[in-house]
């Protein structure tokens, strides 16, 4: 079991770029969530789905952010245009089944938009 | 809302020393509780976690942590910390039956251990 494989592990771009995140959840989970992690604000839910559907995104920030899962195997999380403020930890988590089960999550993306 | 407290942003413990982390959440229904770790380099891990039954759970590595409801706690504790247990521990609360996307983190406190 390779766990839940995210890419990449550091990102550094310029204010106005646009970012792309990507995550492999692992193999047969239903669930995948987007995190993000700051010192101000801890871990915070953008998005999740469940069987690749979009279930609740109320914690994108705003439109500049956008999060897809074309299939069970991959998600990306874009933003675009990029901010300073965006600077953070990105997070991808995977789940099987319902609210039993443990969250599994990759070793992030740090982003740093300058 | 429902939110988590974690009080201590930092704590620093000699080998041996005893631990207890201290997590309050608010919400006045009934909840999932969970407690994961984040070694340094590494990815969030489950700790242990709390659903039903007796209050007092136990966790790999040695850890535990204990539900008191009246109190809105589910301190996170270990008897005798390694330096290996050096990382940062977050506590995590989910209303009972709710979606897994209602899972709510604090922000985390962080332990060293000095060998």
């Known amino acids: 079991d390779a766990g839940v494989i995210q890419s990449p592990r550091h990102e550094v771009t310029e204010m106005g770029q646009e970012v792309t995140l990507r995550c492999k959840p692992i193999?047969?989970?239903?669930?995948l969530f987007w995190y993000r992690q700051t010192m101000m604000r801890g871990l915070e839910l953008l998005i999740y789905?469940?069987?690749?559907?979009?279930?609740?995104d109320s914690g994108m920030p705003e439109d500049r952010f956008s999060a897809k899962m074309p299939n069970a195997s991959f998600s990306t999380l874009k933003i675009q245009p990029s901010e300073p403020r965006d600077s953070a930890v990105y997070f991808c988590?995977?789940?099987?089944?319902?609210?039993?089960?443990?969250?599994?999550f990759g070793n992030g993306t740090r982003l740093t938009v300058t | 809302a429902q939110s988590v407290s974690q009080h201590n942003h930092h704590v620093i413990l000699s080998e041996a020393a005893s631990l207890e982390l201290g997590c309050n959440y608010s919400?006045?229904?009934?909840?999932?509780l969970f407690w994961y770790v984040q070694y340094p380099g590494q990815h969030l891990q489950l700790l242990l976690k709390?659903?039903?039954?007796?209050?007092l759970v136990k966790g790999i590595k040695g850890f535990e942590a204990e539900f008191i409801k009246s109190k809105f706690s589910f301190n996170l504790r270990k008897p005798s910390v390694q330096w290996s247990d050096t990382a940062e521990y977050f506590c995590?609360?989910?209303?009972?039956?709710?979606?897994?996307?209602?899972?709510?983190f604090g922000k985390g406190t962080k332990l060293s251990v000095k060998p």
């Open positions: 709390y659903f039903s039954g007796d209050p």
């Open positions: 988590a995977s789940s099987l089944g319902g609210y039993n089960s443990p969250l599994h």
């Open positions: 789905f469940n069987n690749n559907v979009p279930i609740d």
């Open positions: 919400y006045g229904g009934t909840v999932n």
């Open positions: 193999s047969g989970h239903d669930y």
């Open positions: 995590a609360v989910r209303n009972y039956g709710g979606s897994q996307g209602n899972l709510i």
